[in-house]
């Protein structure tokens, strides 16, 4: 069984930058593809950012490309997402997910993190 715990989150003016953490145990994280999604008020959960084991390729939602960067350190087992020219719209709770597959589908996510609140303020 693999946790999960992200860190990191917090209020933020627009235009500044966060980086989330996620520290994972209780498995071969290595071998995970490693996902951010998340979930502003009112609306669904979204995926945002994914890195695959094997090569590193990374995945990216159109609305982030260009200001967030996945990595992942695989020795200290943990996923970062650096957040850049944060936007209003960027508030959300944001949740780590460790699953199989590359893939922007939630339902592909085995394990998830509790989140961490995210707040750009205009």
């Known amino acids: 069984q693999v946790q999960l715990v992200e860190s990191g989150g917090g209020v933020v003016q627009a235009g500044g930058s966060l980086r989330l953490s996620c520290a994972a145990s209780g498995g071969t994280f290595s071998m995970y593809t490693m996902g951010w999604f998340r979930q502003a008020p009112g609306k669904e959960r979204e995926f945002v950012a994914a890195i695959n084991w094997s090569f590193g390729r990374t995945y990216y939602a159109d609305s982030v490309k260009g200001r967030f960067t996945i990595s992942r350190d695989n020795a200290k087992n943990t996923v970062y997402l650096q957040m850049n020219s944060l936007r209003s719209e960027d508030t959300a709770v944001y949740y780590c997910?460790?699953?199989?597959?590359?893939?922007?589908?939630?339902?592909?996510?085995?394990?998830w993190g509790q989140g961490t609140q995210v707040t750009v303020s205009s």
């Open positions: 997910a460790a699953g199989w597959m590359a893939t922007t589908a939630m339902s592909q996510y085995n394990y």
